[in-house]
């Protein structure tokens, strides 16, 4: 079982920066790809980006070369740095846990990320 707890979210004015951090639990968290997501109003979740247990990345194509997803295996914590925002960036920003395949078991509760025009 992992629990995960996101955190950073806020309010920005278009073009400036926040970082996400998703606290996991547990002793496994080295062995778990992971992943955020988000969902704005009316609209479904969909991927932002996933980092693996062997630290590969990758990028939704509307957040490239803006966004980074790193994690800290010390710290059990997985981050997302997001530059450049725009306003359609706001959502609900949730992390995940999968320990195989891109089928997430494990979800946060998610962090609201507002962005101003």
């Known amino acids: 079982q992992v629990q995960l707890v996101e955190s950073g979210g806020g309010l920005v004015q278009a073009g400036g920066s926040l970082r996400l951090s998703c606290a996991a639990s547990?002793?496994?968290?080295?062995?778990?790809?992971m992943g955020w997501f988000r969902q704005a109003p009316g609209k479904e979740r969909e991927f932002v980006a996933r980092?693996?247990?062997?630290?590969?990345?990758y990028y939704a194509d509307s957040v490239k070369g803006r966004f980074t997803i790193s994690r800290d295996n010390a710290k059990n914590t997985v981050y997302l740095q997001m530059n450049s925002l725009k306003p359609e960036d706001t959502a609900v920003y949730y992390c995940?846990?999968?320990?195989?395949?891109?089928?997430?078991?494990?979800w946060g509760q998610g962090t609201q990320v507002t962005v101003s025009s």
């Open positions: 995940a846990a999968t320990n195989s395949g891109y089928n997430y078991d494990y």
């Open positions: 547990g002793r496994t968290f080295s062995t778990y790809h």
């Open positions: 980092i693996t247990r062997s630290h590969t990345t």
